[in-house]
C-alpha cells in the first residue's frame, strides 16, 4: 500500500454578526516510515451559553494533548490500533466532558461544546462525534457522516418531521448531546475506507448552514485542483459563506488524502516553473 500525502486547508471566523469566536479547530499530521495519519477536529461553543468559546478551546486542547501523550504508544501496535484509538478517543471525550462540567460548577456558569473528530490512518479513517456539527466526505456524492443530536433530528427520524420541516424549525437548534451539560454521553462512531480523490469537510453549523451539495462539490473540487493553495482554499470558502449573510461563527476544515505520487509531481511541476521563470 502506497504512502499517502493529507493535503489540509482550514479557517475559522467570528461571522458577520458576532463580536467573539466561539468555534474552535485541531490540525495535526503526522507520519513515519509506514504510515501517514492526521486528526482533524472543529468544536462549536455554545452560544447560547456563557462561556462557549472557553468549552471549545478546552476540547481542542485536551484533543492536542491527547494527540502528543497517546499517538505514540497507540501507533507502536499497529494490530490493535483501530481498537486502540476507539477506546481512548471515547476516553477522551468523557474526559473532556467532566472538565467543562466542573469549570462551568466553579465558575457559576454555563458551557457547552460540540466535537465532531476525524482520524484518518492511511487509507482509514475513524469518527467520534457529539453535537451538529458535521463531518462530511465528497466523492461522487455528498455524504453526511455525522448524526445531528439535535431535537430536530430525532424527529425527523421518529417521522415526526420532515428534512424541509426540520431545516426551518424553530427548534432546529436546539441539541440533544453535547460536552459538559450531559453526564450521559451518546458518542456517534463511524469508520470507513478512503476511496479514490475523497474529500473530507469537517465544518460547525455556521459553515454548512446555507450551503447546499452542488457548493460542497465545488468547494471539494477547489483543493483537488489547488492541493498546495494552503488555507486561502478555506478562507475564500468562508468568504463565500458570508456573503450569503450566515450570521454564525464560521469553521471549516478540508483534507484532501492523495497518493504520495501526485504529490511528487506536484512538487517537481512547482520546481520546474521556478526554472522557467
Not at 502528543?68 to 478517543?89: G, Q
Not at 468547494?219 to 489547488?226: H, Q, T, V
Amino acid at each position: 500500500m502506497s504512502k499517502i500525502f493529507l493535503y489540509c486547508s482550514s479557517s475559522t471566523d467570528a461571522g458577520i454578526a458576532k463580536e467573539i469566536n466561539q468555534d474552535s479547530i485541531l490540525v495535526r499530521t503526522g507520519e513515519n516510515n509506514c504510515s501517514t495519519y492526521g486528526i482533524f477536529a472543529v468544536a462549536d461553543g455554545m452560544g447560547g451559553l456563557s462561556h462557549g468559546e472557553v468549552a471549545s478551546r478546552m476540547a481542542c486542547d485536551f484533543l492536542n494533548s491527547w494527540w502528543e501523550e497517546e499517538i505514540p504508544h497507540i501507533l507502536n501496535n499497529e494490530k490493535k490500533l483501530f481498537e486502540d484509538l476507539e477506546i481512548s478517543l471515547e476516553k477522551l471525550f468523557n474526559k473532556v466532558n467532566r472538565e467543562i462540567y466542573e469549570f462551568a460548577s466553579q465558575t457559576g456558569e454555563n458551557a457547552g461544546t460540540t466535537l465532531s473528530v476525524l482520524f484518518i490512518y492511511n487509507s482509514e479513517f475513524v469518527i467520534k462525534h457529539i453535537g451538529d456539527s458535521r463531518i462530511y466526505r465528497i466523492g461522487k456524492e455528498v455524504e453526511q457522516l455525522t448524526y445531528d443530536h439535535t431535537w430536530v433530528s430525532f424527529q425527523v427520524s421518529s417521522g415526526n418531521l420532515t428534512h424541509d420541516e426540520a431545516k426551518i424549525h424553530p427548534k432546529r437548534n436546539i441539541l440533544t448531546q453535547c460536552l459538559g451539560v450531559f453526564s450521559e454521553l451518546d458518542i456517534f462512531t463511524n469508520k470507513g475506507i478512503i476511496e479514490n480523490d475523497d474529500v473530507f469537510i469537517i465544518c460547525s453549523d455556521g459553515f454548512y448552514d446555507k450551503l447546499n451539495d452542488n457548493d460542497f462539490h465545488k468547494g471539494a473540487m477547489l483543493i483537488r485542483e489547488k492541493p498546495l493553495y494552503g488555507n486561502e482554499l478555506a478562507k475564500d470558502l468562508v468568504s463565500f459563506v458570508k456573503r450569503r449573510e450566515e450570521r454564525d461563527n464560521i469553521s471549516i476544515i478540508m483534507v484532501y488524502p492523495k497518493s504520495k505520487s501526485l504529490a511528487k509531481t506536484l512538487f517537481e511541476r512547482i520546481k520546474t516553473f521556478g526554472k522557467r521563470s
